[in-house]
């Protein structure tokens, strides 16, 4: 499978943005898919992951609430809606295969899409 992020952009504080993470190559549904973002000079952080089966969902505390993830298998996308963007939410942002998905974490795997850019600024 393939993975394409897109949907990135320049949004002020308080608005919405909506990313996609197009696959092709395989049915996505056949995976579960995660969310991860990284900021310039700090670690990369997952802020949303959804399983492959019954779409359950997992998210850090510092996006719950506000981002959303889901999935549409007839169009093999999943789903990230950002709501109440904050300025630390600023970062580029990647769409990845999951290794693991467990009660309280998931764990990136080996494929990933290319970021898309979220800048939060007024």
């Known amino acids: 499978v393939q993975l394409q992020a897109s949907g990135g952009g320049l949004v002020q504080p308080g608005g919405s943005l909506r990313l996609s993470c197009a696959a092709s190559?395989?049915?996505?549904?056949?995976?579960?898919i995660g969310w991860f973002r990284q900021a310039p000079g700090k670690e990369r952080e997952g802020v949303s992951c959804?399983?492959?089966?019954?779409?359950?969902?997992l998210y850090p505390d510092s996006v719950k609430g506000r981002f959303t993830i889901s999935r549409d298998n007839d169009k093999n996308t999943v789903y990230l809606q950002m709501n109440m963007l904050k300025p630390e939410d600023t970062a580029v942002y990647y769409c990845a295969t999951l290794r693991y998905y467990g009660d309280h974490e998931c764990l990136p795997g080996v494929i990933w899409g290319q970021g898309t850019q979220v800048t939060v600024s007024s």
């Open positions: 190559g395989s049915a996505l549904h056949n995976y579960a």
């Open positions: 959804i399983s492959s089966s019954v779409g359950s969902t």
